[in-house]
């Protein structure tokens, strides 16, 4: 997937986001408006990911994705309102995602590991979507920074929540969770920032050891991450 630009993954190379055409071709304003914002976005992820957000200007944006400056800023304020745009879209189907894949699990151990496995999954099919996401959403000022702390903090509670298997929970940090993901983040950051993000398994041990260690000990999380991964080869 990795040689295919993101446009032509999401069709907008292809006629699947064909042109919408000019003139006098009958459909609705908002059906128009709708089909165009799709095309800024993709673009938007495509070129921010392989440029670099600095380094995309509006102009790059509009002209591949075949859409006029006039709709561009009906649309969006400005190239930064672009980004946070697509980003939120990444945010937001990534996280139905994770919460369907937990959702098949009973137990927290096992529901942080579909969450991670399926988050890796998808960095690893959509890595521009996860370059916009993890890298560049962060050099693009404060505000889009803001928004990327947010989007960092809705995974809080889920983990949180493992503090009901950890006796002397009530001695923990309360930013505890704050610091897993830090660090969780951090990992997969390096990978992906390096292009070594290939496969999931390998970097699922790891992640998942520093998501389930503060609440079952190292010992007990080395031994769960190790047996999700050896329970997933087997599957394959």
């Known amino acids: 997937m990795q040689g295919r630009s993101y446009l032509e993954e999401m069709g907008s190379g292809p006629e ?3 042109i919408v055409p000019t003139g006098r071709h009958g459909l609705a304003p908002d059906v128009v408006a709708s089909h165009q914002r799709q095309r800024l976005l993709a673009a938007t992820i495509e070129l921010v990911a392989r440029r670099g957000y600095r380094s995309t200007s509006v102009d790059h944006i509009v002209k591949a994705a075949r859409v006029g400056y006039v709709a561009f ?5 400005n190239k930064e309102e672009c980004l946070l745009a ?3 879209e990444i945010v937001e189907t990534a996280t139905q995602e994770l919460e369907a894949a937990a959702a098949g699990e009973p137990e927290w151990p096992g529901q942080m590991a579909a969450a991670l ?5 998808l960095i690893v099919a959509e890595p521009l979507q996860a370059r916009v996401a993890l890298v560049e959403i962060q050099a693009a000022g404060p505000d889009a920074y803001v928004r990327y702390e947010r989007a960092v903090d809705r995974a809080v509670p889920a983990l949180r929540a493992g503090r009901a298997l950890n006796p002397e929970a009530a001695e923990l940090s309360d930013t ?3 610091a897993v993901l830090g660090g969780i983040i951090w990992v997969i ?3 992906l920032v390096k292009g070594e993000l290939k496969e999931t398994d390998p970097l699922l041990k790891e992640t998942l050891q520093i998501a389930l260690s503060p609440y079952l000990g190292e010992a007990e999380a080395e031994r769960l991450a190790a047996a999700t991964v050896r329970k997933r080869a087997r599957r394959k």
């Open 86 to 88: 697509a980003f939120d």
């Open 176 to 178: 505890l969770e704050e």
């Open 189 to 191: 950051h390096q990978r």
């Open 73 to 77: 800023y009906d649309l969006f304020e």
């Open 117 to 121: 496995a399926r988050l890796l999954e």
């Open 16 to 18: 699947e986001l064909a």
